[in-house]
């Protein structure tokens, strides 16, 4: 009886359920066709508004690959130009392509890059990978927005005018280089030596610090998280990011201790005129310590790759170019004459090097390190009878309107003479955009200009040199040279 009574009561479960596996198929069912009808529905109405858009002509390839691989494998070599002159060539100076994951509008049209530059907030925004955003932290200037962006960028241009390099940095920027010179062994990697150069001096113009012991370290933990910009950001496989995300960590515990002994120095009156001291003492409204750090890291990371590079490529230039190395030197002896060995350099002196300028112009023009910028539509966009739909990514690539033959002569030889005939003419205004432009305009660019020229000057005046190996350039992952130039110096007195 008891028994019994369990097997229909277990009977009366059995039916409950297939009543219930009955009813949940049937939803299933329901659920699928709706969801396979959406989808479907979803994807003919963007396939069909993608066409009525009209995007610019291109070419996707693979599935989630892309143009992903030719483009790497392109970059890899010396000459990377082939990949857009083909699609130049086959559909116009502005096409689509799929990079990096994501379909992506290419322009090589310098007004198209002009209008992206100048619409950056209202049309376009700066796009970077969730990747890069963890290394540089939140509150970076390369990252923010809006009104913020606005004040933080005017306080940072401020903080690098040619007034302040003038009156401030200039004394500091020349005995910093001579100092780091007179270290050096018969042989050096020059990527290295400018490295080491341009960290230095960003740390004294941001913190006050001499180069020591401590400028070195946060240096090696910095390297750390530059790798990270370059790797497959999937924490659970790639080491480097994991390294690099630990790195970050340790260089902000540094700033942040750098950041509070500071504040209580500001609390007992102590100032400092440098941009920490901007940073805690300048605004009514107070930041908090990670947002100072997070600033100061953009800051270090953005002019850190870039001038060492152009300082390295430009010597590798003049060195294929004996012609420019002598004009160069002697623009530079004929400073040096006038002055005592160890006499610093003055504002007059930068400004009498016009034909540095030239050489730093064109070195900028045929490597520069920032090819171009990515940008992600806010809106659809029409330009030149083509419409970019919302949310898209676009790159303006500058290199591409560089080494264009219609813009610049002979575009793709390295002559700095072309800048010295032709005062606004062809070789400014829209077609050469080494430092971007608009709001985000890179406010480090007469300061790079004078630490690569003061480097230049010391370089060329105390030493000469043959490059030790054979040595290629690479623009992939970044421009630089495949051995960080590795050069026999010999001191000449
Ligand atoms: C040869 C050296 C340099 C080159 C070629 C260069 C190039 C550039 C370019 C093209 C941009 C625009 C990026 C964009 O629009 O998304 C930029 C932005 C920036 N650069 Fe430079 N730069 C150099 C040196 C420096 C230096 C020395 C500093 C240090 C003060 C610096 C600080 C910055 C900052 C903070 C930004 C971000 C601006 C913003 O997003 O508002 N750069 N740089
Ligand atoms: C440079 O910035 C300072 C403030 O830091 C300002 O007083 C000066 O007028 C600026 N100079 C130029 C040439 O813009
Ligand atoms: C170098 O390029 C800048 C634009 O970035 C321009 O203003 C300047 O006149 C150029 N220098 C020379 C010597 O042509």
């Known amino acids: ?46 396939a069909n508004r993608l066409r009525r858009l009209r995007l610019p002509p291109g070419n996707l390839g693979l599935p989630f690959l892309g143009e992903t691989l030719q483009l790497i494998s392109a970059y890899k070599t010396e000459n990377p130009e082939p990949f857009v002159d083909k699609r130049v060539k086959r559909y116009g100076s502005i096409f689509t392509t799929h990079i990096f994951g994501e379909p992506t509008v290419f322009s090589a049209d310098p007004e198209t890059n002009r209008f992206i530059l100048q619409n950056e907030g209202k049309l376009f925004e700066c796009s970077y990978p969730g990747s890069i955003s963890n290394l540089l932290g939140k509150h970076s200037l390369l990252l923010m927005k809006g009104n913020l962006h606005k004040r933080m960028h005017a306080l940072t241009m401020s903080f690098a005018n040619s007034s ?50 401590w400028s070195e370290n946060l ?55 440098d941009m ?8 009514d409204e107070q930041f908090s310590n ?56 003055e504002w007059s002196d930068y400004k009498s090097m016009t034909f540095t300028q030239c050489v730093i112009n064109e070195t900028l023009r045929v490597a520069n390190i920032i090819s171009g910028v990515f940008r992600r539509t806010m809106t659809d966009v029409n330009i030149k009878g083509y419409t970019i739909p919302k949310d898209w990514k676009v790159f ?15 575009a793709r030889t390295f002559n700095p003479w072309r800048w010295q005939n032709i005062p606004g003419t062809s070789c400014s205004g ?38 030790a190996e054979e040595d290629k350039l690479v623009f992939f992952p970044t421009t630089r040279t495949q051995k960080r130039y590795p050069i026999n110096v010999q001191r000449r007195y």
Request: net charge neutral; hydrophobic share 45%; proline share 3%.
């Open 1 to 46: 009886m008891r028994s019994l009574f369990v097997l229909e009561k277990r009977e009366e479960k059995v039916v409950e359920n297939i009543v219930f596996m009955a009813i949940f198929v049937h939803y299933l069912s329901i659920l699928l066709i709706t969801t396979v009808f959406s989808v479907v529905s979803f994807l003919l109405h963007r």
């Open 430 to 467: 829209n077609f050469y955009t080494p430092f971007g432009g608009g709001p985000r305009l890179c406010p480090g660019y007469e300061l790079a200009r004078v630490e690569i020229s003061i480097f230049l000057h010391h370089l060329a005046t105390q030493f000469s040199w043959v490059p």
């Open 396 to 410: 303006a690539s500058f290199r591409a309107v560089h080494l264009d033959h219609d813009h610049f002569k002979d």
């Open 290 to 345: 990670e947002e100072i750090v997070d600033f100061l890291v953009a800051l270090l990371v953005a002019g850190y790759e870039t001038t060492s590079t152009i300082m390295t490529l430009a010597v590798k230039f003049l060195t294929q170019t004996p012609l420019a190395l002598a004009q160069l030197k002697e623009e530079h002896e004929e400073i040096r004459v006038k002055k005592s060995k160890s006499e610093a350099l």
């Open 219 to 273: 240096r090696k933990q910095y390297v750390l998280v530059i790798e990270g910009f370059f790797t497959i950001p999937l924490p659970l496989f790639s080491t480097t990011y994991r390294r690099a995300i630990k790195a970050r960590r340790k260089v902000a515990e540094e700033l942040s201790k750098i950041v509070s002994e500071r504040r209580e120095g500001y609390e007992r009156g102590e100032r400092k005129s």
């Open 276 to 283: 920490l001291g901007a940073l805690i003492g300048e605004w």
């Open 164 to 213: 302040i390099i003038k009156d401030q940095l200039l004394v500091d920027i020349d005995r910093l280089i001579r100092l780091n010179l007179d270290s050096w062994p018969d042989r050096v990697f020059l990527m290295e030596e400018a490295k080491k150069i341009t960290f230095e001096l960003t740390v004294k113009q941001l913190l006050s610090f001499d180069p020591g012991e």
